[in-house]
Nanobody, 124 residues
Framework: QVQLVESGGGLVQAGGSLRLSCAAS????????MGWFRQGPGKEREFVSY????????DYADSVKGRFTISRDKAKNTVYLEMKSLKPEDTAVYYC?????????????????WGQGTQVTVFS
């Protein structure tokens, strides 16, 4: 059974940093594209970032470009989201997701597995 477990969320002052982790219990983790999404209070879930199966391709939402960095460690079956210069509008529950497709996507409907989410709260 596939499980994705996020960690690393918390309360941080604006301008601060956090690193989210997503540990995947997927035997063929290296063949999955991975994504991060978030859902803020009263908002719909939105794309944040993805990384292709081999780490060769990444993409980011415009709102986080230059501040967030996605990466993956195949040996640890883990994907990370490094978040810097955090803003109050980054406050959300952050979810990681796994996509069996070779080509990564911003479309949340394409993802096959989801974690339970980790809360990130940024105060000013």
């Amino acid at each position: 059974q596939v499980q994705l477990v996020e960690s690393g969320g918390g309360l941080v002052q604006a301008g601060g940093s956090l690193r989210l982790s997503c540990a995947a219990s997927i035997r063929t983790f290296s063949s999955y594209a991975m994504g991060w999404f978030r859902q803020g209070p009263g908002k719909e879930r939105e794309f944040v970032s993805y990384i292709s199966w081999n780490g060769g391709r990444t993409d980011y939402a415009d709102s986080v470009k230059g501040r967030f960095t996605i990466s993956r460690d195949k040996a640890k079956n883990t994907v990370y989201l490094e978040m810097k210069s955090l803003k109050p509008e980054d406050t959300a529950v952050y979810y990681c997701a796994a996509d069996r497709a070779v080509i990564a996507t911003m479309d949340s409907r394409r993802y096959d597995y989801w974690g339970q989410g980790t809360q990130v709260t940024v105060f000013s």
